[in-house]
């Protein structure tokens, strides 16, 4: 289905400087306009001609700034300038963020598909152990289900928490989330990219965000030497392009790493009959 757009017409459209588009941004607001005082806004839409009124770039970041998530990557199907304008950095990240509030999020994942869903279970509280800590105290303290902690962190006993510096633990309250700083990062025990928030404090240097840490390993390499090693990541695990990354992301670059982490989440899913 196609993507519909309606602008009040009382709205002032900031627009590019050539006259060609202006002319035609003029022509096609003017001729949409409904000759009924109740009337009070247009429809543009690729199944008319007022669609070429949203070939202007500015008039395509003034629509997209208020969309979700969900809506940019709808929008950035239709065709190549939406594409390009509604997959630029700063719009995608303040869709992200705004659903809760969130001042600043730091680092930028390794997929882009991170950014698809911005579910409350993308985001998490580091909590770093103690001695006295238990799965069940940390239940009770951040109100929390046990097992949501234990699947969260990929614990199959209670006794997992000793040989950790920190756990993950899920976020029971959305306002917990106004106003802070979120760091995205790729969790070893998670097994995925999380935003993390840090109620004391920031991440130590090993959990730097993806964007100062995570792939310096592979900064040295060309950008052919590091398509062939994610191919044969890839052909070793026979898994996909973005499996074969992740890996990599986990391992700080390192291929034996990450075929050695690979192998042990293997082996602990056969345990957990999970394979």
Known sequence: S????????SMDCCCCDQNNVDDSLDESLIGATSTTADQSYTTISPLNSHFMALSCRDTLRLIFQS????DLARASCVSRIWNSAATEDDLVV????ARWRIKVLVGRPVSGAFWRDNGIWKFAISHRISRGDSVTSLAVKYSVQVMDIKRLNNMMSDHGIYSRDRLLIPISNPRILENTICYIEVDKYAKREVAVLYLEGGPKREEQPLSSSGTNHMSNLSEHGKRRLIDS???SMQVDDGTALY???IAEGDPRSALSEFSADLTWERQAGLN
């Open 2 to 9: 196609f993507i519909l757009f309606s602008l009040n017409k």
């Open 94 to 97: 303040a869709a992200f963020t």
């Open 233 to 235: 990541l890839r052909r």
């Open 67 to 70: 969309l979700t998530v969900a």
């Open 247 to 249: 890996y990599l992301a």
